[in-house]
């Protein structure tokens, strides 16, 4: 279902990105030229030739929403649609993950929390209950509820998790889960900003251990795959960037490539319904998969599966009825990684 936009139906407000001045014409457009800009990892893969791929694929799926965009520079203030797009430029997070830092050392402030601290709450337990369980040899159906589970029994299962959060801002997803059990612990943010203020609060709050890299997951520098992959957010900002149905398609060769496999990705968003992601991530099995297990294939003989599978998504939201429709304001949905 497609849930209705905030003008069409009053609902409480949901947690919004920091307040920061908005960034000028000119400042957007070397931003959208910049979204390329190398970590300091070392130099991007063939990015140009990765984005005419993605584009040729773009245009023959129909499959994906346009990214809602406006960047005429003769409106003295910017639409909401102007405003929105702009959280998908790097400009604007950099921007606003100063400003945090700046909070920070001033004030001991830890920034926004994206989504709100309730909805964190609800993605670190259902996660944790969920890994638990796959340790166990339990996988969760979409009939199954994810069972709570103690924390006597179940932080020894949790040891062999290693944990990517993309798109990790100040850290503190990390910092939750480490409290359930979780002890490889690793965030990337492509803002430089953003990876020194989660390294800042982690030092802080005392947990030393997890480790903050300065990276963008579009043209990522990890050569590394993870147990459980998080993502808070972070796709809903790529597809608000100027060529967000394009990053879309290069976000998930990207991550395909960082789950390891037997492995789960959580993604919690705000911007897309639970069905919206799993057809997202059908359309890719379908069409970037292939090329994945192809290469897969080569270094063993296991079964050409589509990559990811859809087991489950958490129930606990709450929810409105509109149209005769229920839906919920935030969707988190786990894949497993054939």
């Not at 929390?113 to 309730?118: E, I, L, S, T």
């Not at 709450?121 to 166990?136: K, S």
Request: overall charge negative.
């Amino acid at each position: 279902m497609r849930l209705p936009e905030d003008s069409e139906l009053p609902q409480p407000a949901r947690p919004g990105p920091p307040s920061v001045d908005l960034v000028s014409d000119d400042d957007r457009s070397v931003a959208a030229d910049s979204w390329s800009i190398k970590s300091e990892y070392g130099s991007t893969l063939d990015d140009d030739q990765r984005h005419a791929d993605a584009a040729e694929v773009l245009l023959t799926s129909g499959n994906f929403r346009a990214a809602t965009s406006d960047y005429s520079s003769d409106k003295e203030e910017p639409d909401a649609d102007g405003v929105s797009s702009m959280l998908g430029l790097q400009s604007y997070w950099d921007a606003a993950y100063a400003d945090e830092l700046t909070n920070f050392r001033e004030h001991g402030h830890v920034g926004e929390v994206w989504f709100g601290a309730d909805v964190m709450d609800v993605v670190v337990t259902w996660t944790r209950n969920l890994c638990i369980q796959i340790a166990q040899g339990h996988l969760p159906t979409d009939a199954d509820d994810v069972k709570y589970e103690s924390s006597e029994d179940g932080d020894k299962y949790l040891c062999g998790w290693s944990v990517l959060d993309i798109g990790t801002g100040n850290g503190l997803l990390l910092q939750e889960l480490a409290k359930l059990g979780f002890s490889d612990l690793t965030g990337v943010d492509y803002s430089e900003g953003a990876v020194a203020l989660a390294r800042s609060l982690a030092d802080r709050d005392g947990f030393p251990n997890i480790k903050f890299l300065v990276d963008d997951i579009i043209e990522k520098k990890l050569d590394q795959q993870f147990k459980l992959v998080m993502d808070k957010g972070t796709l809903d900002a790529i597809g608000l960037h100027p060529d967000g149905n394009i990053k879309r398609i290069m976000y998930w060769d990207s991550v395909s490539r960082l789950v390891a496999p037997g492995g789960l990705l959580v993604i919690t968003s705000c911007n897309s319904t639970k069905d919206e992601l799993i057809r997202e991530v059908e359309n890719y099995n379908r069409r970037g998969g292939s090329q994945l297990l192809e290469l897969e294939a080569k270094d063993n003989d296991t079964c050409r599966d589509p990559p990811f599978r859809y087991i489950n998504h958490v129930r606990s939201y709450p929810t409105f009825m509109f149209g005769g429709s229920i839906g919920s304001r935030v969707a988190t949905v786990a894949f497993l990684r054939k």
